[in-house]
């Protein structure tokens, strides 16, 4: 099945990358192929990739087209695929968008999945850290998930562990 069969026409549309006058989902180059899904601008309160906090779950799932699944929880909804997890909130609307495995945006151009807390505080400037979480003290928008401690033989060091899930999140 192809990306198109998979995703529908009117996700091509929204991201709109043009080919030879026509919408596409991927661009091939000699053997190289990229999944525009897999790449894009991690933007603090606003965006991930093509996806966007505040968009309407109707848009979002036309966007998706049938790849996703959904988990019912007790304030919100979170519609999961292979690469991006959204939370759905009373307003219908996406709050926040987070990623992991297999997503290779980055942050400023620096900072993605597999980078080290070391890395954001180098680049970014303080962290704090509250519930499993760290956030750069002066970006709001955007937070970040170390791997978790037993994955680890000796050890765990939070400033060398790798990041393994970036959340963007609605600004308040």
């Not at 297999?102 to 303080?126: A, E, M, Q, W």
């Amino acid at each position: 099945m192809s990306i198109s069969e998979q995703f529908g026409e009117k996700r091509l549309l929204i991201e709109g990358v043009m080919f030879n006058d026509k919408i596409v989902d991927k661009i091939h180059v000699g053997v190289i192929c990229v999944d525009i899904l897999r790449y894009g601008a991690i933007t603090p309160g606003k965006s991930i990739g093509p996806f966007e906090i505040g968009c309407n779950r109707e848009a979002l799932i036309s966007l998706l087209g049938k790849n996703y699944e959904v988990e019912t929880r007790a304030n919100f909804i979170v519609i999961k695929t292979e690469t991006y997890w959204f939370w759905i909130d009373d307003t219908d609307s996406v709050s926040q968008i987070r990623i992991f495995n297999g997503f290779f945006g980055k942050f400023g151009g620096k900072i993605g999945i597999g980078n080290t807390l070391k890395d954001v505080v180098n680049n970014f400037g303080k962290c704090s850290y509250e519930k499993y979480t760290y956030f750069i003290s002066a970006i709001p928008g955007i937070c970040f998930e170390l791997k978790d401690v037993e994955d680890y033989d000796d050890e765990w060091d939070e400033m060398s562990a790798p990041i393994e899930s970036i959340y963007v999140f609605a600004i308040s």
